[in-house]
Each structure stands twice: as C-alpha cells, then as structure tokens.
C-alpha cells in the first residue's frame, strides 16, 4: 500500500498528466494563430472574400483553444510550490525568471492584441487590424520561448551558480538561460511541430466538408494550404531535430545513448541507428538490433565518423562524478518513444504528400481517402506528446541534469494520499474539459463559413451584421 500512496510516484503521475493535458491545446494555438494572420494578410491585401472567411472560420477555432489552454495553464505553476517544493526552493531563482518574462510580458502581450484582434473587426482600420493579429502571433510564440528557456534549464543548467551558505543555485546570467543552446533548437522544433498539427487539423476540416461537396470555394484553398505546410513544416521538424539532437549529445549523452540503446560506446560505421533493437532483462546489454550504419553518429555529432557515448561508460562516468547510484533512464521507454515520436511526424509527412498528388487535378476522390486526411488530424499531436515524454523521461534520474535527482525535488510534507486525491480530482476535471473542448472544436469546424454581402464601395460585411442593421433600422 506505502508503495501505492509514494508522493514521489504520485507527483511525477500528476505533473506528467496535467503537463500532456495542457500541452494538447498550446501546439494547436501557437500554429493555427499563424495560419490565421496568414490568411488575413491575404484578405487585407487582395480583398478576396474566401481569405476572410477562412480568417474567420479558423480564427474561431483558434479562440477556442486558446481559452482552454489558459484555463489548463494555471495549474502547472502552482504544482511547483505544492507538489515540488524542494526544487522550487532549490532553482527557484532561476526557473522563476523566465516564468515571469512570460507572464508579465508575452502573455499580457497576447492577451491583449487578441482582445484587440476579436472586438476590432469593424472598429480599427483593416491594416491596424492585421496588426493586432500578427502581434498575437508574437505574443504566443514569445511566452513559448520562454517556457522553452525554463525548461531547457532542467536538460542542461546554464547562467547560475551555488551558495553553500543557503544551499540554493542563483541566478548570475539571465542571458545565458535565454541563449541556452537547448531551447534555442527547442523553439524551432516546438513551433514547426505546431504549424504541422494546426495544418492537419485544417486539412481534416477542408476534407470533412469537400467530402459532403459543401463550400468547396473556400476549403479548396484551406485544403491545399494545409498540405504544403504540413511537408514544409516536416522539414523544418527534421532540421531543428537534428539541431536539438548535437545539442543534447552534448549536454546529456546519457539521453542520446538510451534513445538509440547503445550500450557500449561506438565510433563510424558502429554508430549506427537502431530501428529495432532488443535488450536483456534487467536493460544491461543488447541481445539483438536492426540497425543504419553511421546514421546514430551523424544525428548526434553532425559527422559520421562520430562517436556516441554508451550507456555503460557513461554510467560509469556519473558514478565517479556523483557517486553510487543508476544514472540512466528506463531504456525502453527512451529508445520506443524516440521512434514513436518520429514516426507520427513522418506519417503525417506521407498523408499529406500523398493529398497532394491525389488532388493534383481534381477534388473528386474516393470518400476514405478524406476519411484518411480526417484521422491524419491527430498524427502530429502523437507525436508532439511522445516528444515530451521522451524529452522529460530521458532526463531521468534528474528533474535539473547533474544538480538535484527527481527524488530530492519532491516536497516533503506533502502525503501520498494528498496528491492521489488532487490527481484523481485533476483527472475527473480534466476529462470534462476534454469533453468541452472536442465538442466545441468539432461544432465549429462543422459549420458553415461565415457568409458575406459585397458593397457598391467593394467593401464586404457579413450576412449576420447585415440582419442586424436591418432589424434596428
């Protein structure tokens, strides 16, 4: 039973499930924001009515999730002072800052151009309007990065340093956490993982309705749109990848070896990437793999004739670096969820390659293949939630690489049977959010796009605000 009610089990459950949950919806936002003030700019530059009714359908959507990712938001900060008291106590100084530029700064940013944006419609001049939306668009990205800054601080602390008198790190160079090299790959890989799954989500949409033959006017175009920055954004996916991942080789070998089960350190040809591999049972050795010849040394050091450091040396590193103790992660979780991760993203990548060809003359295809595009929605949110497990679990044992274990940040008077009741709480709340929220999106992406009247003057309104006039006048 004592094992059942471990407050450090129970936390670690906790924040993993309100982590996952909350980042369902900031993906979606940070990219459909994007695609949004795209398709205004195309409104406001060329005036045709399909670009705003795409602004306004999608931008409906994007409002939606916006308002829900605030709402799941809230709770990640305060689990740090409730459920993880020592490591706040501990980096506090440090992981705090950048948590406060994104309050005080990018989210007051976001917040306020999209008040701006969703009540200026027919207030502010269309340009200054375009504005508001854009400026949206640098809010939300802003406070990623600064999440991305505090989090890069776990994977590889930089900008600190300790005081043996209060046994606290302290922050001596906010520049340095900002410029972590971590998050400077971690914000590309973030965002270009969120164009990819606001753009499947756009191409379901477009599918759903030009399979039922309604609207075809305006989600052609959606259509089409999402395709092509479902591909460009993969290849952006792949670069900043491959970035993120020299620079976790050399911050955290430990996570590079675990995710390619390299046990022995390798060098060349025998540094290559495991498609498959199997391990003994208690995970000290490799009984048998498929694997790529140098491609597990080009992806960690950006030259095949690199060398990838093995779990067993490295343990034996840490052991003499921090003492006794098992310095690698579950092996089985970092190496499947680091494949996992990417096929999700390639998937995505091939529905999306293969929409366009099928497409190429015409819109009259086969209804499963749109019942193909619709399930492709979801591909890129798999693989943005297995991202984070790996990034998070891989890190393990830490919660701050090479600083302070996960077991040492946990708070110490907090109970077992305390966390298990707010986790069971968050859940039963959480799964009603999730109802909200996917009947919510789903009604609005099963609407009618919003109808306009062109003007003598070529200036558009929409039907609705045309009744109104009419009722009043």
Not at 27 to 49: C, D, F, N, S, Y
Request: proline share 4%.
């Amino acid at each position: 039973m004592e094992s059942l009610l471990d407050p450090l089990v129970l936390s670690r459950w906790q924040f993993g499930l309100t982590t996952i949950y909350h980042f369902l919806f900031v993906p979606i936002t940070l990219g459909m924001v994007l695609a949004v003030a795209i398709w205004q700019t195309a409104w406001t530059r060329t005036g045709k009515v399909v670009y705003l009714q795409l602004t306004r359908f999608f931008g409906k959507m994007f409002l939606i999730n916006f308002a829900m990712g605030i709402v799941t938001g809230i709770v990640q900060e305060f689990q740090f002072g409730m459920n993880w008291s020592n490591y706040s106590r501990f980096v506090g100084d440090i992981f705090g800052a950048p948590l406060a530029f994104e309050g005080l700064l990018a989210f007051f940013m976001e917040a306020t151009f999209i008040g701006l944006w969703i009540f200026g419609w027919d207030r502010l001049k269309p340009r200054v309007h375009l504005a508001t939306i854009w400026l949206t668009v640098a809010g939300t990205w802003i406070s990623a990065y600064f999440i991305l800054a505090a989090n890069a601080f776990m994977q590889n602390p930089v900008g600190y340093e300790f005081n043996p008198a209060n046994g606290r790190a302290e922050l001596v160079d906010f520049g340095a956490v900002l410029l972590n090299p971590v998050a400077l790959w971690q914000l590309p890989h973030t965002l270009t993982a969120s164009v990819m799954l606001a753009a499947t989500i756009i191409v379901a949409t477009a599918a759903w309705h030009l399979k039922r033959g309604q609207h075809i006017e305006t989600f052609r175009p959606a259509l089409k749109f999402g395709l092509w920055a479902v591909l460009i954004s993969g290849l952006g996916i792949m670069l900043s990848g491959h970035g993120l991942g020299v620079a976790m080789t050399e911050t955290q070998p430990m996570k590079m070896a675990a995710a390619e089960a390299i046990w022995d350190s390798k060098t060349g040809a025998d540094a290559s990437f495991s498609l498959f591999s199997i391990g003994t049972p208690d995970g000290s050795e490799e009984v048998w793999s498929l694997r790529i010849p140098y491609l597990a040394g080009f992806l960690a050091t950006n030259t095949f004739s690199g060398t990838v450091e093995g779990i067993n040396d490295l343990q034996a590193q840490y052991v003499e670096m921090f003492g006794p103790g098992a310095y690698y992660p579950t092996v089985w979780i970092t190496y499947w969820s680091f494949r996992w991760m990417m096929f999700f993203g390639f998937l995505a990548m091939f529905v999306a390659l293969i929409g366009l060809i099928v497409t190429r003359k015409g819109y009259e295809t086969k209804p499963w293949m749109w019942n193909v595009a619709i399930a492709n929605a979801t591909m890129p949110l798999w693989g943005i939630i297995i991202g984070w497990i790996f990034t998070e679990m891989g890190r393990q044992p830490w919660i701050v690489f090479g600083l302070m274990k996960t077991e040492d940040g946990v708070s110490p008077n907090v109970t077992g049977l305390t966390v298990l009741l707010s986790l069971i709480g968050f859940t039963l709340v959480y799964g009603i959010l999730a109802v909200v929220e996917v009947k919510l999106l789903l009604k609005a992406a099963k609407s009618d796009p919003m109808q306009v009247e062109k003007h003598t003057d070529g200036t558009v309104e929409s039907v609705e605000n045309v009744k109104v006039k009419a009722s009043v006048y």
